[in-house]
């Protein structure tokens, strides 16, 4: 067989993995139940094998991908090179003025640097829990000394706050864009907002 294409290739490489699979069941019935196989059965086996393979692989055809609707949420770009993106999230429970925040930290290969999250946070409104999502984020970047990073985040108020367009409760923002945590360590952050689904906040 020649491997002119990759179906050849792949026909070949199907023959390879099924044959030592096939050697290596007649093997072990040899070692542990002392049982003499008749080459035969075993390159018949070896066949139906192979033909069950490649005919479950016709059966399960790939579907077709969809155009997504402009009112759905895009996909996540990533950022511009020397750039980090955050991106945080929150819930919050309105019967118990509790919630939870996330974030995940990747760079502009999208590889994940480092991400977090906190359960079990009181907070009285979504918009004060995604601003602690955000400030967790960033209190972490300062923390692992990351300091040219994009906020993204679904809440359109908090971006709005970050930006400059209302008083932070939780972070202060210098006029140079710089945001400060808790201790005193400054990180250039600019913030986005990404519309979601049903998003409200």
């Known amino acids: 067989m020649t491997l002119s294409s990759s179906e050849h290739a792949a026909e070949a490489i199907q023959w390879f993995v099924f044959g030592l699979w096939r050697i290596w069941k007649t093997r072990n019935l040899a070692v542990f139940e002392g049982a003499k196989a008749d080459p035969i059965e075993a390159t018949h086996l070896l066949l139906n094998q192979v033909s069950e393979y490649r005919v479950a692989k016709q059966e399960i055809q790939p579907q077709p991908l969809q ?12 950022p511009l090179l020397g750039l980090l993106k955050v991106n945080c999230d929150a819930a919050w429970s309105a019967q118990l ?32 829990m995604e601003l602690l999502a955000i400030r967790h ?65």
């Open 137 to 201: 984020a960033l209190s972490a970047c300062a923390h692992f000394q990351l300091t040219h990073v994009m906020v993204e985040s679904d809440t359109q108020r908090g971006i709005s706050m970050l930006n400059g367009q209302a008083t932070l409760p939780c972070l202060t923002k210098d006029s140079d864009a710089t945001y400060r945590d808790g201790g005193g360590k400054a990180i250039e952050a600019a913030s986005i907002f990404t519309k979601r689904a049903k998003q409200e906040n």
């Open 67 to 78: 155009a997504i609707s402009s009112s759905i949420a895009q996909s996540w770009c990533k």
């Open 97 to 128: 003025l509790r919630g939870g925040v996330g974030w995940v930290i990747r760079d502009s290969h999208g590889l994940l640097l480092c991400a977090g999250g906190e359960g079990d946070l009181r907070g009285s409104s979504v918009l004060m």
